[in-house]
């Protein structure tokens, strides 16, 4: 198992040399409310060396298949072929909400992505004739997509984001690797044995398949304390959009929270979001992360490498810590990878 860091965007450069430095494989930049990948993956680009750096995610409804590969290519080059392209489908909120992309067929729409995608990464023209998207658009014979590769240029591996049994399965048939998220051990299994069905309807092994979750990560003596102090990143995930179409709830009902959710729906309802928080059961939130001292979190560390992580990504910004603290954490974490191999084989 590899050890992975998800930055931040404040001061990413930093933050990436100090995972490089402490022996990280890999670096993760989502996008969200605050920041985009690529903007800070060029920056920590520029800021590295050997460093694997991945966008996890970059958003498909953000940004068309031809600008995605471009984008990918961009920093392929610029990374001197470090880069891993992570996408994603979204959600409805945000998809429908931010972009104006309706978010009807999502796997047939990420499957058509990924196609157009991939061609343009290998260099030729790109024609396209599909349900969601077309290449050339229109009665006009415009010039095809053409991405002029570098020279040397050896593919980029694409991961997609998954969180629904159908979307694993999706990942496992078209993907290089899966980035997962609210994951515990025992939910990894069962995404493992999606990725799986995956895997067998396309006619590969798991053999150099990146099964990388990313999990909230935090160093503290007292874990009680660290699961209140990443109550509210739950709360806010649990809490988006529509109760019946929230894909992290949903996660959460399967893995047997129904009754604490319907609680924490109800009570966030009547607007005090903060409150509600308070009906998720602290096993919930210490599952899904990595909370305690060095030692507890290496233990933990030793149950994903055991359920079948191949990367491991600890995430930097739940804990709502300062740079200094975020730095702290990256050391702190390698040291927990070392034990956690150390007690091992």
């Known amino acids: 198992m590899r050890l992975a860091a998800h930055l931040v965007h404040e001061k990413a450069g930093d933050l990436a040399s100090a995972a490089e430095d402490a022996g990280f494989d890999l670096v993760i930049c989502g996008e969200g409310y605050r920041s ?92 396209y004739e599909g349900e969601h998207y077309r290449l050339p658009i229109g009665s006009r ?51 493992r044995a999606g990725i799986q069905k995956g895997r067998d309807r396309a006619g590969k092994d798991m053999r150099d398949f990146d099964v990388a979750p990313s999990v909230p990560t935090l160093f503290v003596d007292n874990v009680a304390e660290g699961i209140d102090r990443l109550r509210g990143h739950y709360a806010h995930f649990l809490g988006m959009g529509d109760p019946e179409r929230n894909v992290y709830s949903a996660i959460a009902r399967r893995i047997g929270f129904g009754k604490a959710m319907t609680e924490f729906h109800r009570t966030a309802a009547e607007g005090d979001l903060t409150r509600a928080s308070k009906a998720i059961p602290d096993e919930l939130v210490d599952r899904v992360s990595l909370i305690g001292p060095v030692d507890r979190v290496a233990g933990r560390m030793r149950e994903f490498r055991s359920a079948g992580a191949s990367t491991l990504t600890v995430m930097l910004s739940p804990a709502r810590v300062d740079h200094s603290g975020r730095l702290e954490l990256i050391s702190k974490a390698a040291e927990a990878f070392a034990l956690s191999e150390s007690k091992t084989g």
Request: glycine fraction near 14%; avoid cysteine.
């Open 141 to 191: 014979d415009g010039a095809p997509l053409h991405i002029h590769k570098e020279p040397g240029d050896t593919g980029i591996p694409i991961y997609l984001a998954a969180l629904s049994s159908g979307n694993l399965r999706l990942a496992g048939e078209i993907a290089n690797g899966w980035i997962g998220a609210f994951v515990s051990p025992e939910s990894l299994v069962d995404a």
């Open 36 to 127: 985009d990948a690529p903007s800070v993956l060029g920056v920590v680009a520029g800021r590295t060396r050997t460093i694997g750096l991945a966008s996890g995610v970059m958003q498909i409804p953000a940004r068309s298949p031809g600008l995605a590969a471009l984008t990918a290519s961009t920093l392929h080059a610029l990374s001197g072929g470090r880069f891993r392209m992570g996408l994603g489908v979204s959600n409805p909120d945000v998809s429908e909400g931010w972009y104006g992309v309706p978010f009807d067929q999502p796997l047939a729409r990420t499957r058509e992505y990924v196609e157009i995608v991939r061609a343009a990464l290998a260099g030729a023209p790109v024609r």
